[in-house]
């Protein structure tokens, strides 16, 4: 079946540095991506989305790009802080857009 | 606060044992999603309320869970004959969908964790 996934289930970064967390996905067909952050404890946050018409999209020290042709997002956190640490996920919809399908996750540690 | 809040954030139960779970969304919010997590994975669809109408529940693992939304406000997760394959965190989370547009953003609560010994 159709998957998304990501690279690295850890990722350890100095805090001020830039992370890039990588996700791959299967589906060709797919045109919309979404990240979402789970800190310990609590149920995940919603980062930032991207539409296949593009191949970057902004946020507040947040970036993600999109590259179709290898089926690939990255999302990019700049000058990390300590609450950067957590899990992130990347999700597409399946089903139709109602019905998330997340990645595995990949467990950012930021270290002091 | 105005966040979705589920209930209860803990329980423990004996194999066999009936459990429910409750999710108050964010009021308005129409629709509303069930999702489980289990340790080191990412969260799993189980099913999703439009209003009051349960729009999909092909995803729920099996006849053994059920669900309801039945005023279109605040909804319940049922799991009979509890096995320990059911530990796991049960997440709800609402949206609102204006005009039909669609886009990935959930709102989370904080989840049930539930412990099947």
């Known amino acids: 079946g159709e998957s998304v996934g990501l690279h690295l289930p850890t990722l350890s970064v100095q805090e001020g540095d830039n992370s890039i967390i990588n996700c791959a996905y299967s589906?060709?067909?797919?045109?919309?991506f979404i990240w979402y952050k789970q800190e310990s404890g609590k149920g995940p946050q919603f980062i930032i989305d991207?539409?296949?018409?593009?191949d970057k999209r902004q946020g507040q020290r947040v970036t993600v790009l999109l590259n179709k042709t290898v089926k690939h997002l990255s999302l990019q956190i700049a000058a990390t802080q300590p609450g950067d640490s957590a899990v992130y996920f990347c999700a597409e919809p399946n089903f139709g857009n109602e019905k998330l399908t997340f990645g595995t996750g990949t467990r950012l540690t930021i270290i002091p | 606060d105005t966040g979705v809040s589920q209930d209860p954030r803990h329980k423990i139960t004996k194999r066999g044992q009936n459990v429910t779970f409750r999710c108050d969304p964010i009021s308005e919010h129409n629709r509303l999603y069930w999702y489980r997590q289990t340790l080191g994975q990412g969260p799993e669809f189980l099913t999703y309320?439009?209003?009051?109408?349960?729009?999909?529940k092909s995803r729920l693992l099996s006849d053994r869970f059920s669900a309801e939304r039945p005023k279109g406000s605040f909804s319940t997760l049922e799991i009979q004959r509890t096995e320990q394959g059911d530990s796991a965190m049960y997440l709800c989370?609402?949206?609102?969908?204006?005009?039909?547009?669609?886009?990935?953003?959930?709102?989370f609560g904080e989840g049930s964790r539930l412990t099947v010994l």
């Open positions: 989370a609402s949206s609102l969908t204006p005009g039909g547009a669609n886009t990935g953003e959930l709102f």
């Open positions: 309320f439009q209003n009051e109408a349960q729009l999909e």
């Open positions: 991207i539409r296949s018409n593009m």
């Open positions: 589906n060709s067909a797919s045109d919309y």
